[in-house]
């Protein structure tokens, strides 16, 4: 009797629950299409590195366009050459030699504004508000800045205002040139 009795249970347990194929999470197909998307990233460096380059590379634009303002030109390079320390910091590269590697990459992505600026002229123009924003942080600690603010999600609306005023005809001008 019980070994009638534990069959039926399981014939009957089973019909009930059927086995399934476990279910694949959809997680690792969506980081592998992430990761595609991005791009070529280099993997030895990091988003601060990365990010600060590009804003070296954004305030390279509001230099060449800006040179004749007496005010924004000193402010435009002081924060490219704070980008520039970042990256390097970030490269764990701070000897003399990180000149030359940053001002190629900073001149490879010049490049890549330019060919790209028509299909990519409203994504430069809030990059520009980002590293304008990211400046800020930078240049409100004075002289000597000690710390790295976060790259910011979300920007003053100060910051928005004066950057989204600079940005666009900076960017024009420069392409025109």
């Not at 089973?14 to 399934?20: D, I, V």
């Amino acid at each position: 009797m019980p070994l009638r009795f534990s069959l039926r249970f399981s014939l009957r347990f089973s019909s009930r629950f059927p086995l399934q194929r476990p279910r694949q999470s959809p997680f690792p197909v969506a980081a592998l299409s992430l990761l595609l998307a991005a791009g070529p990233v280099q993997a030895d460096e990091s988003r601060i590195a990365t990010q600060a380059l590009r804003c070296s590379a954004v305030f390279a634009v509001f230099i060449d366009a800006n040179a004749d303002d007496a005010a924004l030109a000193p402010k435009f390079r002081k924060a490219q050459k704070i980008f520039d320390e970042v990256y390097a910091g970030e490269r764990r590269n701070k000897s003399a030699e990180a000149g030359p590697e940053i001002a190629d990459k900073r001149a490879s992505l010049l490049k890549e504004f330019r060919d790209k600026f028509k299909e990519r002229e409203p994504y430069l123009h809030e990059e520009g508000v980002l590293c304008g924003a990211w400046a800020e942080g930078f240049l409100s600690q004075g002289e000597n800045w000690a710390f790295i603010p976060v790259i910011p999600k979300v920007i003053a609306q100060s910051a928005r205002e004066e950057y989204s005023r600079l940005g666009p005809p900076s960017f024009t001008r420069w392409y025109g040139k």
